[in-house]
């Protein structure tokens, strides 16, 4: 815990707030950020005793008389207050950190991995729970772990989805368990290189020692090769041949059962399958019944904005996919559909290639971008000889699509790019995309 500290707070986003309001109970908290509009979350936060500043030029209220620096999981590296506070040696940690230290003793389940996160926490939290766990959702998911900590008890559980950005900064929080779903090059805009990237996932094993659980993709050899050392315990899950769990003959096989059949799982595509794998192999470490499992994948419709189904409208299907924010999220996508797709892509450009889409889109009859990234997207699609019409935000992108589009299409909104040229975040973009679909009928 933290007691009498005097700790800066960089960035008034979810978790921001959140760990300020739980910091001031016991320490001298100060909450910056370069703007705010909600004046009412200012008022709130100084009824706390919290010192609320909203500056551009934040190097001019820092000094080395704080004992922390808690930082926005997105905020930079190079940010000019982390440097700062480098050199004057004050620690930079997380919401998530903070509030582990602050948990009493529970059993932590870490998920991690490029994607396919926030399925697999979902998916493992709905088995604790349908069996009858105490369990907590928290994370880069739901509510900041810190708004939870009131409503923890010993022996608790958590299953914690963890972003790479919030592994950075970890320092003392341990994973009972585990989980990284597989590696894919993105954030190189925040890590710089891929080999930092990786280097950073591995810090989810940080802490365990030999009566920990480290669950991984057997199918990802650069999974397999970065895992090698780890001190947990190593089980695998595979869709690609044997292995702890895995597929054969149309059923998900575990200790040498059959789990549940593929065709009894609501989502579908291998990705999806890999996802239930991994959260099967934590439900089996509390010893949950293949009966609550099947409950549970009978029921699971999928996360909202992961290829989520919308609606049919004159033959053609909506899905909304505004999770992709990069170009291997839309390939999982892709592979979902064998019918006539018409793509919508664009969002913030973070000067990644969408070369890498390109044996992906035998079923895209046409591509409509938007956004900052679409003259790009437009250069790549006209080199490659694929119909694509452009515009500039997502309501002509969606209308144009429509247009576009003919009885027994798909209408993928599966953006490979990041929301924040237009929107605050991938599910405000999402919402938005299904309001406009709603227009349309």
Not at 253 to 268: G, M, P
Request: overall charge negative.
């Amino acid at each position: 815990m933290f007691k009498d500290k005097k700790i800066f707070v960089l960035g008034m986003g979810k978790s921001g707030k959140s760990v300020a309001k739980l910091l001031a109970q016991d320490n001298h908290v100060l909450i910056t950020d370069v703007k705010c509009d909600n004046l009412e979350e200012v008022k709130e936060l100084e009824e706390l005793g919290i010192n609320v500043i909203i500056t551009k030029d934040q190097t001019s209220i820092f000094d080395d008389s704080y004992d922390y620096v808690v930082k926005n999981p997105g905020v930079k590296l190079d940010h000019p207050i982390v440097l700062m506070a480098k050199k004057f040696n004050i620690p930079v940690i997380t919401e998530l950190e903070v509030a582990y230290r602050y948990l009493p003793e529970v059993k932590i389940i870490g998920i991690t991995g490029s994607n396919g996160k926030t399925t697999t926490t979902t998916i493992a939290y709905e088995f604790l729970k349908t069996a009858g766990v105490s369990v907590h959702l928290a994370g880069n998911i739901g509510l900041p772990l810190c708004d939870q900590i009131a409503d923890i008890k010993k022996n608790d559980v958590l299953v914690v989805e963890v972003s790479s950005h919030q592994l950075v900064n970890l320092d003392k929080f341990k994973a009972d368990i585990a989980v990284l779903t597989n590696l894919f090059q993105v954030h190189l805009d925040f890590f710089g290189t891929y080999e930092k990237y990786k280097l950073n996932k591995l810090r989810i094993f940080n802490n365990q020692d030999e009566n920990s659980l480290a669950i991984l993709n057997k199918g990802d050899e650069e999974v397999c090769e970065l895992t090698k050392g780890l001190k947990a315990k190593k089980i695998y899950f595979s869709s690609k041949g044997e292995a702890d769990i895995y597929i054969d003959n149309g059923s998900i096989i575990y200790n040498h059962e059959k789990v549940v059949e593929l065709s009894d799982i609501r989502v579908k595509g291998i990705h999806n399958y890999e996802n239930i794998m991994a959260a099967i192999l934590v439900a089996k470490e509390f010893n949950i019944s293949n009966q609550v499992i099947r409950e549970v994948l009978n029921n699971f419709a999928g996360v909202e904005h992961r290829i989520e189904f919308v609606t049919k409208l004159n033959g053609r299907e909506f899905y909304n996919d505004s999770k992709a924010t990069n170009v291997d999220s839309t390939i999982t996508a892709l592979k979902s559909f064998d019918n006539e797709v018409v793509l919508i892509l664009g969002g913030l450009d973070r000067g990644h290639s969408f070369d890498s889409l390109l044996p992906y889109l035998k079923h895209v009859k046409h591509i409509v971008c938007y956004g900052e990234t679409k003259d790009r997207i437009k250069k790549f699609a006209d080199e490659n000889h694929i119909d694509v019409t452009v515009t500039n935000n997502l309501e002509e992108a969606t209308h144009a699509a429509y247009n576009i589009s003919l009885e027994g299409d798909t209408i993928l909104l599966s953006p490979a790019c990041a929301s924040w040229d237009q929107y605050k975040s991938f599910e405000e973009r999402g919402d938005e995309f299904k309001k406009i679909v709603s227009s349309l009928v």
